[in-house]
């Protein structure tokens, strides 16, 4: 194993103390997720067509990776892992059936899936603090960053899930505001709870 996997290979030995049944698996050499991929070009009108190359998905304690992630930066793929284990514990806190419901049956009607929308919105959050705490406060600042995360909610790629720009900005200007105050205060993320909407 290269030095450069060392971060990404931590963060999966503290996600597999946590979840003892964790496992990772690459989307291409996996028929359900090609199955999936077939499922999201359908539904969204040919606007979701990256979910094999892209995108990483949790589904029943497992993390279905894209094309990609063998290449990808190391401290990226952390970002990444730290995404995906908020979605894990909300399985664990919704349980498997529970997380469907709020997760998968909303896309119909697609555009309005609420459920969805908080679920991904508290996994953001997630993704913007480890940027703050791996990248600094000016990687988390970028606009950039704040527009490819915008796009998640408004666009086909989760069905238009929260296609609403101006109550999702101050989302994300609360979520900001409150991981800036948090390392300047060092108290880290306990306790924090504002993101949520
Ligand atoms: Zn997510």
């Known amino acids: 194993m ?6 990404t290979e931590r963060f999966l030995e503290e996600i597999r103390r946590e979840f003892p049944s964790f496992r990772l698996i690459h989307k291409r050499d996996d028929r359900f997720s090609r199955l999936i991929d077939a499922a999201l070009r359908v539904v969204t009108l040919g606007g979701q067509r990256e979910y094999l190359t892209r995108y990483h998905t949790v589904i029943a304690g497992r993390l279905y990776v894209p094309a990609c992630w063998d290449d990808e930066d190391d401290l990226d793929r952390v970002i990444v892992l730290r995404h995906e284990r908020v979605h894990l514990r909300q399985s664990r806190r919704y349980g498997f059936i529970g997380m469907a419901a709020i997760y998968l049956v909303p896309i119909f009607p697609l555009g309005l899936a609420y459920g969805r929308a908080r679920i991904e919105w508290e996994a953001y959050t997630e993704s913007l603090r480890a940027t703050a705490e791996l990248r600094g406060l ?60």
């Open 138 to 197: 000016d990687a988390a600042r970028h606009p950039a960053l704040r527009a490819h995360i915008m796009k998640q909610f408004t666009s086909a790629a989760y069905g238009w899930m929260w296609p609403f720009p101006g109550q999702l900005s101050r989302w994300y200007d609360e979520a900001l505001a409150a991981i800036e105050a948090e390392s300047s205060t060092g108290r880290g993320a306990a306790g924090y709870d504002a993101a949520t909407p």
């Open 2 to 7: 290269s030095a450069a996997a060392t971060h």
